[in-house]
């Protein structure tokens, strides 16, 4: 359990003095598949650069199994880094690579040769152990990669976006196999990520951080279903964004008044008092309708084939902005839509997600 | 539309970069031809012979200064290229620390400070030592030699060093390697060349000395640049030639090898 409490991150000094990491508290549980989401530059690297003990917090303190890390140089943390650029060692072997961390902590030769082979059949690299690290390509290097910083069994295995070198085929092969992995080992895993679609696919939970700061953690449902601000809701996803009036809540059902007038249901958490707010919807809870059938109004702007799905995009009348609808592509869709119809958008039974500003 | 400037389409060009070979390669040219003249004079052809070479093979000086030679350069590089290895790692491996800047130049001190000045300085200094401890021997010419040297086996293993992968370092040190072991797993390992090749060019360099050798030796401890300057002002036969021709072949060699292994797995 790695344990993160009020940890703060400031880089350089005075005028030039940056904040990286803002307060950021997070608990990750054992054998959890966690992975940090968030723009680039919003301080993710820097927060598992300070579990593995390349950088130190400015304030605040991470705990491992209850011991505070802090003073521990990384060869003393039971903590193994898959790092971006695979950092392979280039003049050992693939196997002697998978074994270097077993060496330096004084195992003996045929326990290390043993393991060596296990690792290397876990990622199926069994056939290349003998190969130099440049004769490989760059998915096997990311193997190696996982299979050196698996090979010491550490007790969190920390992986900063260890598949976005890979084409889109590879990737989504790495990870199923990097979930198989940490089914099969039972190790803590801290994946790294700026991609928000690998994120949802493969994680336990998701911290979603902007800015130096957490914003949401939760499942990857909860993250997608119930974003807890706008930032979130427009990282994860598409979103359409509407203004309204939240006039009634009963539990975690809100009444909204649209600018149409129209009154619809929708799904709120905290603050229930009526005023202001916006409405979150996805571009698949929506529906194209006939104009007098919509809870908004507006002419179609664009219809973008997809292969699997088709795009709407409708110029609303209430307000500025464009809405976008997905329509899955079947072959009993209904009626064909073209640029320049008048048509109504269909708000589902939960039309969405409150937001407060 | 302008043809961009382009300097090899000059008129002349051609004219003044021929002049500028002959004048760098035709005198020593013509010394490696003289080395092998039959007769006595170093630039009279009276044919060939490799008579100045079996000379300078069997003469007794020659032999010594050789020896001298090449046992201050072993020692000076080996003092240079570990000190320079330091140097090196303090000034890239380490956070950026007050005065960096400074060691840095420093390092690089007998780069910019007149040889002529180094050598006065030193032949004060060691005289001092001299009076103070009554030795006299090859010490203070490999000490003198280390210092000057210095700079020429630090700046290759500098550039390696800057070019290494960090993250190598912090993968080694992620799979428990203390600094100690991850310097000699993986820093070494993959520092070599540059260790090597700053080692060669520090010989080269000690090999060749005269300015700072002429002051700080003391009597009898002359080396081949020496002994050949003093040759020069008595009577100048083609052996001058023979022993420059040698010398040059050995330059050449290690420093086409520098060139070679700085290369190395780049
Ligand atoms: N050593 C440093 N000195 C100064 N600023 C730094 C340092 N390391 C990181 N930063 C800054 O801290 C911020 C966070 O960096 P970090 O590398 O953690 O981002 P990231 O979320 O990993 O981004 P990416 O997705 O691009 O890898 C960035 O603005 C970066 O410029
Ligand atoms: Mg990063």
């Known amino acids: ?357 | 539309m302008a043809r961009p400037f382009e300097v090899t389409r000059q008129p002349g060009f051609s004219a003044i970069a021929i002049a500028c070979f002959v004048l760098l390669y035709l005198p020593i040219v013509l010394l490696v031809i003289y080395s092998f003249n039959a007769g006595e004079s170093i630039s009279q052809w009276e044919g060939f012979s490799l008579r100045w070479y079996a000379s300078a093979w069997e003469n007794e000086q020659i032999q010594a200064a050789t020896i001298r030679s090449v046992v201050i350069a072993t020692g000076a590089s080996l003092i240079a290229t570990s000190a320079a290895v330091l140097a090196a790692l303090a000034t890239t491996r380490t956070a950026p620390w007050r005065g960096r800047t400074i060691v840095f130049a420093l390092v690089n001190q007998p780069l910019m400070v007149p040889e002529i000045v180094t050598a006065v300085a030193l032949l004060i200094f060691f005289s001092m030592i001299k009076v103070a401890t009554g030795y006299t021997g090859l010490w203070y010419l490999i000490l003198a030699h280390a210092a000057f040297c210095i700079p020429f086996a630090y700046m290759p293993v500098r550039a390696r060093l800057q070019g290494m992968d960090l993250s190598l370092e912090q993968a080694g040190a992620d799979l428990y390697g203390t600094p100690v072991k991850v310097f000699r797993h993986i820093t070494l390992p993959q520092l070599w060349p540059g260790i090597l090749a700053g080692a060669m060019l520090a010989f080269v360099i000690s090999l060749d000395d005269v300015v700072i050798t002429e002051f700080v030796k003391s009597a009898g401890q002359d080396t081949l640049p020496t002994y050949m300057l003093g040759q020069i002002r008595r009577t100048i036969t083609p052996e001058i030639n023979a022993i420059s021709t040698a010398l040059l072949a050995v330059s050449i060699l290690l420093v086409t090898a520098f060139f070679f292994i700085s290369r190395t797995r780049k």
């Open chain 1, 1 to 357: 359990m790695i344990d993160i409490r009020e940890v703060t991150k400031v880089f350089g000094a005075g005028s030039d003095a940056f904040r990286a990491l803002d307060r950021v508290s997070v608990t990750i549980r054992q054998n959890e598949f966690f992975t940090l989401l968030g723009p680039s530059g919003c301080g993710k690297t820097t927060l598992l650069r300070m579990i593995a003990g390349f950088e130190g917090p400015t304030e605040g303190t991470i705990l491992l199994d209850g011991d505070d890390l802090a003073g521990k140089p990384p060869y003393e943390r039971p903590v193994n880094t898959v790092f971006q650029s695979y950092a392979l060692f280039p003049h050992m072997s693939v196997a002697e690579n998978v074994g270097f961390g077993l060496r330096m902590l004084g195992r003996p030769k045929d326990e290390i040769a043993a393991t060596v082979r296990e690792m290397l059949a876990l990622v199926r690299m069994s056939e290349l152990a003998e190969r130099q690290t440049a004769q490989i390509s760059g998915g096997q290097q990311q193997r190696v990669a996982l299979a050196r910083a698996l090979a010491p069994r550490p007790k969190v295995l920390l992986l900063d976006e260890p598949l976005s070198a890979l084409d889109f085929k590879l990737r989504k092969e790495m990870q199923l196999e990097l979930k198989r992995l940490q089914n099969e080992t039972g190790i803590t895993f801290v994946f790294v990520t700026h991609d928000q679609e690998e994120a949802l696919t493969m994680s336990d939970r998701i911290a979603v951080m902007n800015a130096g700061r957490i914003r949401q953690i939760g499942v990857p449902r909860e993250i997608y279903d119930h974003p807890a601000d706008r930032f979130v809701a427009d990282f994860i996803g598409d979103t359409n964004f509407l203004s309204a009036e939240l006039t009634a809540r009963t539990g975690d059902t809100a009444t909204l008044r649209l600018p149409s007038g129209r009154t619809v249901e929708a799904r709120a958490q905290g603050d229930g008092t009526p005023g202001k707010v916006t409405l979150a919807v996805r571009p698949e809870h929506a529906e194209l309708a006939p104009p007098e059938e919509g809870a908004l109004t507006g002419t179609l702007t664009e219809v973008v084939y997809s292969g699997t799905d088709t795009h709407y995009h409708v110029a609303l009348d209430q307000e500025a902005g464009l809405f976008v609808l997905r329509r899955q592509n079947r072959p009993d869709a209904g009626p064909a839509h073209q640029r320049g119809d008048r048509v109504g958008i269909r708000l589902g039974a939960v039309a969405g997600q409150v937001l407060r500003d």
